[in-house]
């Protein structure tokens, strides 16, 4: 009965509030939707970053570890480098000592040459020289004299202690030079006594970092000196208290 009262106006008026309603409704839901949308692309984002953040920590250490290994190759290659520089400079000397060009020269004086040149060389240790005025004349060459002292050297330098003096002399006995070399620290191994100065005989702790050493030294010394005409011999001072390298040359007439 009521309904039937309502006039036609107020049945628009309802419809239109009902139209507005329904609008609103829309308008409501879409906004609700999207903000799930929203959320769960929030929600994704989220889920990408940690997934991101695992790949990039994965990325990162693959690359730091081919860096590494970049590194390490780098490494090997500058030993590989500085093993062939060893190598053909024992070579080069071979080729020297067989041609054979020899001059009349004074070692007392290219080995106070040396000397003074080695404590600019190795500043923290000292190095003692005991020697007379007169010359001492050999048959050779004076650079490739200076290398063999230089081995001595170095050598003399790597085992022994700092405090403690390398210690030169060379004497002339009549038509014999003799010159020694001595220094405190590590003994000859006895076991290697009659090889140390064959090539490739080396008696260091193996280390895989620093500078490589093939066991040259001794070699090249031993080159040096028989193309002087001289013979080496290496010994352990009595007392053990370190080693004496003992070389004799043939005084040039
Ligand atoms: N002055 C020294 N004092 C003690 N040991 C030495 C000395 N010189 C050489 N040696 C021994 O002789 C070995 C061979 O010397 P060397 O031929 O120069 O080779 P490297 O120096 O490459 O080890 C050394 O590894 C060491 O055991
Ligand atoms: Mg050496």
Known sequence: MRETSLDPQAVEQLQREAAKLKKINAALMSRVER?????????SLFET???????VRDRTYQLREALH????ANEGLNRLDTILTRMSEATRLE??????????FNARAVLAGCISGYAGVYPHRRFELATGETPVMLNGAPDLFAQMLDKLAANAV???SGEDAVKFSLE?????????LTNSGVLLPAEMQGRLFESMISMRPRSHAGEPHLGLGLYIVRMIAEFHGGRVAAHNRPDGSGVVFELHFPVAG
């Open 49 to 55: 970053a940690i997934a991101l953040d695992h790949k």
């Open 69 to 72: 290994s970049v590194e390490r």
């Open 172 to 180: 002339q006995n009549d038509n014999e030079a003799v010159l020694i």
């Open 95 to 104: 080729q020297l000592v067989r041609e054979g060009e020899r001059e009349r």
């Open 158 to 160: 790597d085992f022994s």
């Open 35 to 43: 903000s799930m949308d929203q959320q769960l692309n929030a929600f």
